[in-house]
């Protein structure tokens, strides 16, 4: 993607992206971590507005970009990596952290619930977080209402007939 300095403002910490720039051809406001304005401005500093964000030292284009992403991501020890999986990460991240799903789609310009399903990903420690959260919430619930709560018992002394007290 060619990041124009003119679509960035370090002030509002906001990238710009215009329609027909993003994959699903919309336009968006994207408001940046902390992390990311750090590198983005570093990126821009001494630059003019019709200039790229991100060139080599001497300011000159990058290149092919899929060339640089498959050695980057062989060095980092992720061969076959592609830059779009990180789209799934970050919705996945994102819906752990809590973050409404309609916020999420509009970050990740996703404009239907079933495409952005499709990207939510639910995996083996997610499943896992919510048995916990579960059980606390269970234990929580046993310490305000009493420990018979969820007990398994007979009625009348019936051994056949179980109820939950």
């Known amino acids: 993607m060619n990041l124009w300095v003119s679509r960035i403002d370090l002030s ?3 990238i710009d992206l215009n329609p027909g ?3 699903n051809r919309g336009g968006r406001n994207v408001k ?3 992390r990311v304005y ?15 964000v991100f060139t ?8 092919d970009f899929s060339k640089a992403w498959a050695a980057a991501s062989e060095r980092a020890g992720c061969p076959g990596l592609l830059f779009h999986d ?6 996945r991240n994102m819906r752990r952290l809590g973050i409404a799903e309609n916020v999420i789609m509009r970050i990740g310009g996703w404009r239907t619930a079933s495409v952005f399903r499709r990207y939510d990903i639910v995996d083996h ?15 929580e619930l046993a310490i305000e209402f009493g420990a018979s709560l969820g007990k398994v018992g007979t009625q009348n002394g019936a051994s056949d007939s179980m109820v939950v007290q």
């Open 12 to 14: 509002n910490r906001t």
């Open 125 to 139: 420690s997610g499943l896992a977080d919510a048995s916990r959260r579960i059980d606390g919430r269970q234990k």
């Open 86 to 91: 990180l789209r799934r990460t970050g919705a």
């Open 56 to 63: 080599r030292p001497d300011g000159s284009f990058p290149g």
């Open 38 to 52: 750090q590198i983005i401005a570093v990126c821009v500093e001494d630059k003019a507005p019709d200039n790229l």
């Open 32 to 34: 940046t971590t902390e």
């Open 21 to 23: 720039e993003t994959k």
